[in-house]
């Protein structure tokens, strides 16, 4: 696009309009004053002459032109709000995304904080002595008496309340905070 054209204004040297013809000129001077006095006359007249119709075509074309460039303009803008709507739906769809996000992040954070408590982990472990303890019980039960037995018998009740008594110590020491969380 190039830059905006400046119409020269109509001059009456540009219009060409003397020598006037010679049908005016011999018209008598009162008549050629009364000529000159109405504005519809002289307009007409001004418009018969060839500057007049030259600088009338420029103004046609340079108006023209700056009505061409107005509408690209007017297409380059409907293209850009075409533009600016899919962004506003994609920026929506975003804030929808971030907001289920969100959600889902503090779902989680529920999740986790439920299953993994202070008070829950002690319950658990809890439960894992009693198991113990009662592991160590039933392998009591399951031997007979031999020596080959009553060896592997005291192996397995030794692991089995070593293993009891070392998680009882353990949440003891977490009882007294004497240890930081879930070993």
């Known amino acids: 696009m190039s830059g905006i054209q400046v119409i020269e204004p109509l001059r009456t040297d540009r219009l060409q309009a003397l020598p006037l013809p010679k049908q005016l000129q011999l018209l008598p001077p009162n008549m050629l004053e009364q000529f000159v006095q109405l504005y519809q006359l002289v307009l007409g007249y001004v418009k018969t002459l060839k500057g007049y119709e030259t600088w009338k075509q420029e103004v046609v074309g340079v108006l023209n032109e700056q009505i061409g460039k107005l509408n690209r303009i007017i297409e380059i803008l409907e293209e850009y709000q075409g533009y600016g709507t899919k962004i506003d739906e994609q920026i929506h769809q975003i804030e929808q995304k971030f907001q289920e996000f969100v959600n889902l992040e503090t779902y989680q954070y529920q999740l986790l ?71």
Request: charged residues 40%.
């Open 113 to 183: 904080s439920s299953n993994f408590n202070q008070d829950f982990l002690k319950q658990k472990y809890r439960k894992m002595i009693d198991k113990d303890g009662q592991e160590a019980n039933d392998i009591v039960k399951r031997h007979g008496s031999g020596d080959d037995e009553l060896n592997e018998l005291v192996q397995e009740f030794r692991a089995s309340r070593k293993q009891y008594h070392r998680r009882k110590e353990v949440l003891n020491r977490w009882s007294q905070e004497r240890v930081s969380g879930f070993v």
